[in-house]
């Protein structure tokens, strides 16, 4: 090879060099996460706590079928099929199975225990003949003991025919289902020519003449909702009303996971203005004229699902270090609703800086962009 095809060979290779050079990509570096952040703030518990709750009936119950076959027919009101939200009484069947199968079972059970009479009635004949000719001595005591056991047989064949009666009876009674109670029907779960059997469900009723709400709340309040004890409770679907709630129930522990305990109180609903699924709120006085203690609290959009897959919750923090900001994800032990926020019973202290908007777009250790 001379000079010059050794100085185009450097040149050649000069290019290659360079056209990689130009080719190669620097990493990708995810820029920060743009999220909304606020100090945890402090409020007093006296008269601005609240519990969200739902209302539900005072009385549910889940009607179900206890014999099976095809529905033949369905209650009717004002010429239609029963539907949601129809009222009906108590004792009302509400809807029927195909009854000429039990029918035919109670004539087949009567059957039974006619020919079972029958034979009782010369079985004791019998007896009656073989007791005479045992008294005259004609007969010998085993034949009259055979004679005894025959009729106690039949006896006790009539007894089981019997009850096969009544088991058929009362499963021709049950191819009604029947309201128990008074009250508004939720749902509606079959139609004319279902097929159902034992245990299916058919309607669910609802007794709305009282409703009920049920609240968890922590240990530390407990005291405030004593069994008979009276709390204000308010809804948005009746803003003119102001209701009063009474302590029926209260859990004797607390729930394992999330440590609260479950209050039930109840309303008067006469006019049935509290509708099931309402959202109500629940709310509670300072206890006597001690000053209310304070509380830290955030917004409810700060929450996130803690790691782990249990029920825990979680907030995001900001940490500062050389100039940069870090999402820090710490688990929480929450309380009460308050307004638009809820009560931090653990995990957090006054002044923190929490993510409140963007926190379910960022991870643990994330650099973010945290504005106010």
Do not use: W
Not at 30 to 57: C, F, H, M, N, W
Not at 67 to 85: E, F, K, M
Not at 240 to 269: C, Q, Y
């Amino acid at each position: 090879m001379n000079h010059c095809d050794r100085k185009r060979m450097l040149v050649l290779g000069a290019s290659v060099l360079a056209l990689a050079g130009c080719g190669a990509e620097e990493p990708y570096e995810k820029p920060p996460v743009p999220v909304q952040i606020a100090d945890v703030g402090r409020q007093r518990d006296g008269q601005s706590l609240l519990y969200s709750a739902t209302v539900e009936p005072g009385r549910r119950v889940d009607l179900a079928f206890r014999v099976g076959g095809y529905v033949t027919s369905l209650a009717q009101i004002d010429g239609r099929v029963v539907q949601d939200g129809d009222q009906v009484a108590a004792g009302t069947v509400l809807a029927s199975v195909r009854v000429d199968d039990y029918d035919a079972k109670v004539a087949q059970a009567r059957a039974g225990v006619a020919e079972a009479e029958a034979a009782r009635d010369a079985a004791g004949k019998a007896l009656a003949r073989a007791e005479a000719l045992f008294a005259a001595r004609s007969l010998t005591r085993p034949e009259l003991e055979q004679a005894r056991a025959a009729v106690a047989a039949i006896d006790a064949k009539t007894d089981g025919g019997r009850a096969v009666v009544r088991e058929a009876e009362l499963a021709r009674e049950d191819s009604h289902l029947r309201a128990p109670l008074t009250g508004q029907v939720l749902k509606r779960l079959v139609e004319v020519g279902s097929l159902v059997g034992p245990g299916t469900g058919g309607f669910v009723l609802a007794d709305m003449r009282t409703a009920k709400v049920v609240i968890g709340v922590p240990d530390t309040m407990l005291a405030r909702f004593r069994a008979g004890a009276r709390q204000r409770v308010v809804s948005e679907a009746l803003p003119d009303r102001t209701l009063t709630g009474r302590v029926t129930k209260v859990s004797p522990t607390a729930d394992p996971r999330s440590r609260m305990f479950e209050v039930e109180l109840t309303l008067a609903n006469d006019d049935g203005a509290l509708k099931p699924g309402m959202v109500a709120t629940v709310q509670v006085g300072s206890d006597g004229d001690a000053a209310p203690a304070e509380v830290l609290t955030l917004p409810l959009s700060a929450l996130v699902r803690a790691p782990g897959g249990d029920a825990a919750y979680a907030v995001f923090l900001v940490e500062e270090r050389e100039g940069v900001s870090t999402a820090r994800i710490r688990r929480v032990t929450l309380g009460p609703l308050s307004g638009n926020a809820v009560v931090v019973l653990d995990g957090l202290q006054g002044g923190e800086r929490v993510i409140v908007r963007g926190a379910s777009l960022v991870a643990d250790g994330e650099r973010v962009n945290p504005t106010r």
